[in-house]
């Protein structure tokens, strides 16, 4: 990763300001609320099928999938949380306090203070775009036990949705904002956010890179399918006019897998052949 991706991405998420807003994205009634919620009930589900153990959320953010899961599994689950950013873990603990406890650490995924096979679970959601991806997946598979299970998820770049966003939305924001910027008396640039430093793969290659860091995906599950492409899906009225719960619900397989907006690897660790 480069110096320049990595101040990148630190300046998105390391204010208070920006912990904050992201805590109130997953109430937001639009498109990004709806994401972050599904994601949350996708990794319940697969969760679903683990009794109990130990569980590390790394890129935890503000806390959304333990406030979830510690509201259905009560006490099934010993959870530690992990971010680079301290501003999101002091979140996370603040969003718990009174409900559960957590273990939190501030560190980054390359680069874990865990000893080997530490965790029975270990989930990353939301957070692969933003980090050296080969290193993070053999990082993943070193601290879950053998026989546990690493969830991971990722933005789905061939998707309509992403590809009307990446390749027309976003550049058309960008281009608004620069004229803006041109025009006398504007005052303030009000479009053309700056590039994120996201990076993200189709499932079969992150499959791919999974297997070399010696995790074996058994399940691939997409969600958040959708027929609305930005900015339609901003506009309240036609969001309401467009039948969309049936787009919504998670897909392991048939058509609606495509029009997924994000996916979800489940995959458990395995023994590395020597010199792989």
């Known amino acids: 990763m480069t110096p320049r991706r990595r101040a990148t991405i630190a300046e998105q998420y390391e204010s208070e300001q920006s912990a904050t807003e992201y805590a109130r994205a997953y ?13 949350v009930e996708v990794l319940l589900d697969l969760l679903s099928s683990i009794p109990r153990g130990t569980l590390l959320d790394v890129g935890c953010g503000p806390g959304g999938l333990e406030l979830a899961l510690f509201e259905r599994r009560g006490e099934d689950f010993t959870v530690s949380v992990l971010d680079q950013s301290r501003a999101m873990v002091e979140q996370c603990r603040r969003a718990l306090q009174g409900v559960h406890r957590v273990r939190p650490t501030v560190a980054r995924l390359e680069a874990m203070p865990f000893a080997d096979d530490s965790f029975d679970v270990v989930v990353a959601a939301g957070v692969l775009e933003y980090v050296d991806l080969d290193a993070a997946l053999a990082e993943l598979a070193r601290v879950t036990t053998r026989g546990g299970r690493a969830l ?16 027309v939305w976003q550049p058309t924001l960008r281009v ?19 590039p994120p430093g996201v990076h993200v793969v189709p499932a079969w290659r992150l499959e791919r890179s999974m297997r070399r860091a010696g995790l074996e995906p058994v399940e691939v599950v997409y969600f958040d399918a959708t027929v609305l492409v930005p900015p339609f899906d901003r506009i309240g009225p036609v969001a309401r006019y467009i039948p969309l719960a049936p787009y ?3 897909a392991r397989q048939g058509w609606r897998r495509a029009l997924g907006t994000a996916y979800v690897i489940a995959a458990t660790p395995v023994d590395r052949a020597p010199g792989a």
């Open 27 to 39: 109430q937001d009634e639009g498109a990004e609320g709806r994401f972050f919620r599904l994601r």
């Open 152 to 167: 991971v998820t990722m933005l789905n770049p061939v998707s309509p949705y992403r590809l009307t966003d990446w390749l």
């Open 176 to 194: 608004i904002g620069t004229v803006e910027r041109r025009l006398p008396g504007t005052g303030h640039q009000r479009h053309g956010r700056a």
């Open 248 to 250: 919504r619900r998670a």
